[in-house]
């Protein structure tokens, strides 16, 4: 059954398990899932669920719903995603077992706190570098050779050789550390190389996909992931 994991402040405030097809996010009391906060719309967004899927969809909110900090209208969640909705967070995990109850936690103000603007003014600049790219992109975060590396390829490789189409720094590094393939679906991220030096978000990981927003780290090079709309 799926699970959400309410967070304010970086503090899990509630835990939600659910067996509905069809659960509401809001302010009001009445949503199943209640974010007490201005900034937060009475009937801010839903969820769906359909053969193992789950389906967010933002309700015309005043503030946005945000899927691993890219603004949505509608987006299939997928495991371990974060919802941010006004200053709450909301991670979702695809399939646990019921231990919990829903509980309960009372127009909207329009956020103007840094963090938000922030958010909004991140996701602007992201929107824009994935229209221009036509493609999901890399970002050079630290030790890397250049700032910004397009995904139009069905495999991206990354290592020490002049041949592969990113070149990372460490050292004892193979010439092909890992690659990124392109899927219908999304990028997955898998290790070549040696254990232990392929990282994403500070977790070593053999195959992994990718999120918006996740740090990969190929040796010492260190690259954000930033989804386009491919």
Request: proline share 2%.
């Amino acid at each position: 059954m799926p699970e959400f994991i309410v967070k304010f402040e970086d503090k899990v405030v509630e835990r939600v398990v659910t067996e509905k097809q069809r659960i509401s996010i809001g302010r009001t009391p009445d949503n199943d899932i209640v974010l007490n906060n201005r900034g937060v719309s009475r009937k801010h967004a839903i969820i769906e669920f359909s053969n193992n899927s789950a389906l967010l969809i933002d309700n015309e909110s005043l503030n946005g719903t945000f899927v691993n900090n890219r603004k949505v209208a509608e987006e299939v969640l997928k495991d371990k995603d974060q919802i941010t909705i006004g200053k709450f967070m909301v991670a979702y995990h695809q399939d646990v077992q019921k231990e919990d109850k829903l509980t309960d936690l009372d127009g909207t103000m329009v956020l103007k706190t840094k963090k938000h603007k922030e958010l909004l003014e991140k996701d602007k600049k992201e929107r824009e570098l994935t229209s221009k790219a036509g493609s999901s992109v890399l970002l050079g975060e630290a030790n890397t050779s250049t700032a910004e590396f397009t995904l139009d390829r069905p495999v991206t490789t990354l290592g020490k050789a002049h041949f592969v189409n990113i070149r990372i720094r460490g050292w004892f590094l193979p010439s092909i550390q890992a690659k990124i393939v392109k899927e219908r679906d999304g990028y997955v991220l898998v290790n070549l190389g040696q254990k232990n030096k392929t990282k994403v978000n500070g977790e070593p990981t053999q195959k992994c996909r990718l999120k918006n927003d996740d740090l990969i780290q190929i040796g010492k090079s260190v690259f954000r992931f930033i989804k386009g709309r491919d």
